[in-house]
């Protein structure tokens, strides 16, 4: 037997939607950061001009698969 869900009362649905709204919001600002620290290795590898040779085999590995 599959569970029905049941709606929120009315007393709850401004606060379950304020609440979703905020989520939300989470949401854009940590993919936002992400989005930021992800350019941030890409330019920071760009920058360090990595030679290979000086690299431990774990570090090529990370700087081969981001």
Do not use: C, F, Y
């Not at 989470?26 to 001009?49: F, P, S, T, W």
């Amino acid at each position: 037997m599959k569970r029905q869900k049941k709606p929120a009362p009315d007393s709850e649905r401004p606060k379950l939607e304020q609440q979703v709204e905020s989520l939300r919001r989470d949401v854009r600002q940590l993919q936002l950061e992400h989005d930021i620290l992800k350019k941030a290795n890409e330019l920071i590898k760009k920058g360090m001009g990595i030679v290979p040779q000086l690299l431990s085999n774990r570090e090529k590995t990370m700087w081969l698969m981001p």
